[in-house]
């Protein structure tokens, strides 16, 4: 029997699913390239003019073409509701929601959280910007496949954002060393192996 990850890799190879939470100036610009990779996304936003915005073909992004966004729409490449529910048959899912300054300065990464409670996926990617340690927190206590991939800085984006993703290698941070096979007891004791074999740096 294949493995989570195993089984996972093969449909993200294929014709995905992707869903996005948060259809602002990170989760339009992801929609459309997955989209454009082929992909089918169906993107989630609280924001009905976000949503009305996209069903007509329009884009509120600086980087991204409403041309590119009505040519996707039209071919059923990229959707946009405001309804979770169209979520159910997502491969992976990726997260852009807020994650606002606290009073401390850390971020507050309630709404994250609250979103990856109610999750059923194979794959959460967080892309929303979140504290050290977030990731593995998540993953541990909801038992869930959760990656992180982190935003890049103005010196490592020469470009503006649209063409970064398309052209920029990104960074996947994972929870343990194979957080994508998900087993209990089994997984906890390959992560503290691995984390016995060597030292490496606490991601987000």
């Given at each position: 029997?294949?493995?989570?990850?195993a089984a996972l890799k093969q449909r993200l190879a294929g014709t995905?699913?992707?869903?996005?939470?948060?259809?602002?100036?990170?989760?339009?610009?992801?929609?459309?390239?997955?989209?454009?990779?082929?992909?089918?996304?169906?993107?989630?936003?609280?924001?009905a003019q976000r949503v009305a915005a996209v069903r007509a073909g329009?884009?509120?992004?600086?980087?991204?073409?409403?041309?590119?966004?009505?040519?996707?729409?039209?071919?059923?490449?990229?959707?946009?509701?405001?309804?979770?529910?169209?979520?159910?048959?997502?491969?992976?899912?990726?997260?852009?929601?807020?994650?606002?300054?606290?009073?401390?300065?850390?971020?507050?990464?309630?709404?994250?959280?609250?979103?990856?409670?109610?999750?059923?996926?194979?794959?959460?990617?967080?892309?929303?910007?979140?504290?050290?340690?977030?990731?593995?927190?998540?993953?541990?206590?909801?038992?869930?496949?959760?990656?992180?991939?982190?935003?890049?800085?103005?010196?490592?984006?020469?470009?503006?954002?649209?063409?970064?993703?398309?052209?920029?290698?990104?960074?996947?941070?994972?929870?343990?060393?194979?957080?994508?096979?998900?087993?209990?007891?089994?997984?906890?004791?390959?992560?503290?192996?691995?984390?016995?074999?060597?030292?490496?740096?606490?991601?987000?």
């Open positions: 029997m294949a493995t989570t990850a995905p699913t992707v869903g996005l939470i948060g259809l602002g100036y990170v989760g339009l610009p992801l929609a459309v390239a997955f989209a454009e990779s082929g992909a089918t996304v169906v993107g989630v936003d609280l924001d329009r884009s509120f992004v600086e980087d991204v073409p409403s041309e590119t966004v009505a040519r996707l729409v039209t071919g059923g490449r990229l959707r946009a509701t405001e309804d979770v529910a169209a979520l159910k048959d997502a491969d992976a899912i990726v997260v852009c929601v807020p994650t606002p300054q606290s009073p401390d300065g850390a971020c507050d990464t309630s709404i994250v959280e609250s979103v990856v409670a109610w999750l059923e996926t194979p794959l959460i990617i967080l892309r929303s910007t979140v504290s050290v340690g977030t990731t593995r927190r998540l993953s541990t206590k909801y038992r869930k496949n959760i990656v992180f991939q982190p935003e890049y800085g103005p010196a490592e984006t020469p470009d503006h954002p649209f063409n970064d993703l398309l052209h920029v290698p990104a960074i996947i941070a994972v929870a343990g060393a194979d957080a994508l096979a998900h087993g209990g007891q089994d997984r906890r004791r390959r992560n503290e192996e691995a984390a016995g074999e060597r030292s490496r740096p606490e991601g987000a």
